[in-house]
Structures are given as structure tokens and as C-alpha cells.
């Protein structure tokens, strides 16, 4: 995209207001590449989403989406992409799963061998053998979301793109959900574009960050390079059998002690160390009786994106 602009006209009262959602952006992203957009609630990242998809026309600026313009192209893109909208289905609410499988294949003039070999792969990989005769209606959360994973992927598109894929699912759905989509990332090279407002989905999916902030891009590179600009730490709290002075260990940073060192607060750098180095350490010193950690809220990082300065993309 080049320049991508999106404004809304909003009415309030008697007064028009406009707002610049999307705010002359300019980025691109390479086949194969799985890409985080993050951004704070309104920072812009469904309206860049839908202008990529061709959901929504831009006001100004230029996309191409797998080399199409996405609102003129739209049918041809429709082949090329898959879209997944977490709040939004594209399941046929009363049909069993497998019937809309079926819609979607006729939908996509999907040969019926190849139909039946990618539904099977995909019920295989994603575990939704017990409940395709099931209306979507009656599904779980987690097992809805699996299933409109699937059919955005049933027609093997290049291009997936995600909006909010693990919101609202439990830490077994998210991590089910993103071992099938690292897995389909590497068995069929299928690029990823996903928005999401957890920091496990970023960790764990993207090798790429695009941080967006009021319609603008504030950040553009690795996770390493995010943690090292503005220190996207974990913190391990670990509870004691015995009262213990402050910890000293190596690769963390003590935060806090509670009631005479029983509770301690140590924060790491998951860049460079990980919580098993942490707590194996901490062991040597004290006998661990319970642990919790703290994933870096992904609010976190993008306000101290924010407050770093934006407007000045790098690594
Ligand atoms: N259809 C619309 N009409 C008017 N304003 C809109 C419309 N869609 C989005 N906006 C405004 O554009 C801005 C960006 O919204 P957008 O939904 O793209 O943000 P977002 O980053 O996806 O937020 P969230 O994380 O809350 O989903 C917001 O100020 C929003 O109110």
C-alpha cells in the first residue's frame, strides 16, 4: 500500500466530524511473511484490514493485495485470500459445519476430490471430527473459531488474514489454533496478516511486527527488535517456603518482594532468557511452592510505542 488513506465522516448532533482511520500508510508485506498489526483500540487496524480485503474503498492512496486491486479485483481476489473477522461468521448459522464446507467449496468450484481431501486434512489437523453434523450455532467459541479457520482456508488461499483470530478463547483453543496455523504456514507457505490485542499470538505466529498508531505506522520490525525498544519484559512471581532476601539472578531484574521475601517479582527479557533459565536459578537459592508469569500486555507495549515517539518506523 501506498499512501492507503480511509476517512469516516461521523455525525454528531448537528456537527459533521471527519475521522482519518487510516492515515497515508505506505507498507508491504512479502509472500510468505507472518506479520502481527497491533495497535490500540481505534489506532486503525480493522479499516487497513477491510481496505486489504476490498470490504471497504480507500479514499485516497493505492493497494494491491496478491497483485489485485482489491475492490475492482474482488471476485478474482476472493480465490487468492481467506478472511477471518473473530466477531464476524461466515458459517451458515443453522447448517451443520459440513454443509457449509460444502457451500463454500461450490462457492470456490472447488473439484470435488480435491473438496474432500483438503476438508478431511483440515478436520484432521484442527480436531473438528466430533462435531461437523453439528448446526454452527450450537458451537463453542473455540470450536466456531476452528471452523471458520477452516473455511477461510478451504479453497488453499495464498494470503490469510486474521482479525482477532484467539479473542475470547481459552489458553487450550489459542494454542490449538496457532500449533494448526504455524503448521499450515510451513506445510503450504501461506502468508499471515493477523491483528490481535494478545502478546501470545504475536510470539508465538508473526516474525514481523507493524505496530499502527492513530492511522499511522509507529513501528516496523521484529519482536526481538520491539522487546529491545521498549524492554517487552515477563515478570516470573515465584512463592517461597521461607521468608528470603531480595534474589539476585542471572538474566532478570528483581521488581518486588512481598511478606519478608515469601513472594518475589522478578521480571526477564523473553529475548534472552526464558522462564524455565529464570526459575531453575531461583531454585538453587530457595524452594519454589508456586509460580505464576506475566505475559507483557500487548497494551503495554504499544502505549510505550506510543510514548517512545511515533511517526518514526525502524527496528
Ligand atoms: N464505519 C465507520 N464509521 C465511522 N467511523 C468509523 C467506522 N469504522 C471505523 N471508524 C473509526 O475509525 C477509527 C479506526 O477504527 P478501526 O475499527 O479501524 O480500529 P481498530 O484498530 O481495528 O480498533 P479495535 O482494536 O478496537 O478493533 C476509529 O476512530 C473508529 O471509530
Not at 487497513?48 to 470490504?55: R, Y
Not at 524452594?287 to 507483557?296: R, W
Request: one cysteine or more.
Amino acid at each position: 500500500m501506498r499512501d492507503l488513506t480511509r476517512d469516516f465522516r461521523v455525525r454528531n448532533g448537528p456537527k459533521v466530524r471527519r475521522v482519518t482511520a487510516v492515515d497515508h500508510m505506505t507498507w508491504s508485506v512479502t509472500r510468505g511473511e507472518a506479520v502481527g498489526y497491533i495497535g490500540a483500540n481505534g489506532a486503525g487496524k480493522s479499516t487497513t484490514i477491510k481496505m486489504l480485503a476490498g470490504i471497504l474503498v480507500p479514499t485516497g492512496g493505492e493497494v494491491l493485495t496478491c497483485g489485485l486491486r482489491p475492490v475492482q479485483d474482488r471476485r478474482r481476489l476472493a480465490r487468492r485470500i481467506g478472511v477471518v473477522f473473530g466477531q464476524r461468521s461466515q458459517l451458515w448459522w443453522d447448517l451443520p459445519v459440513r454443509e457449509s464446507f460444502g457451500i463454500l467449496a461450490a462457492i470456490h468450484s472447488l473439484p470435488r476430490d480435491e473438496e474432500r481431501a483438503r476438508t478431511a486434512e483440515l478436520v484432521g489437523m484442527l480436531d473438528m471430527g466430533s462435531y461437523l453434523a453439528t448446526p454452527v450455532r450450537q458451537l463453542s467459541l473455540g470450536q466456531r473459531m476452528r471452523a471458520e479457520v477452516a473455511a477461510a482456508l478451504l479453497h488453499r488461499p495464498e494470503l490469510l488474514i486474521l482479525d482477532e483470530p484467539t479473542i475470547g478463547l481459552d489458553v487450550l483453543s489459542k494454542q490449538r489454533l496457532r500449533e494448526f496455523l504455524i503448521r499450515e504456514r510451513r506445510e503450504h507457505g501461506t502468508t499471515l496478516l493477523l491483528t490481535t490485542h494478545d502478546m501470545g499470538d504475536v510470539e508465538r505466529l508473526c516474525d514481523r511486527i507493524l505496530v499502527v498508531d492513530h492511522g499511522t505506522l509507529a513501528y516496523d520490525g521484529t519482536l526481538d527488535g520491539l522487546s529491545r525498544t521498549v524492554g517487552a519484559e515477563r515478570v516470573l512471581v515465584v512463592d517461597l517456603a521461607e521468608p528470603c532476601p531480595d534474589l539476585t539472578v542471572p538474566g532478570a531484574r528483581h521488581l518486588a518482594s512481598e511478606g519478608d521475601g515469601l513472594r518475589q517479582h522478578l521480571a526477564f527479557d523473553p529475548g534472552t532468557t526464558t522462564a524455565a533459565r529464570v526459575l531453575a536459578s531461583v531454585a538453587e537459592h530457595a524452594e519454589v511452592l508456586d509460580l505464576t508469569i506475566a505475559e507483557p500486555d500487548i497494551e503495554d507495549v504499544v502505549r510505550r510505542i506510543y510514548e517512545r515517539g511515533a511517526g518514526s518506523p525502524g527496528n
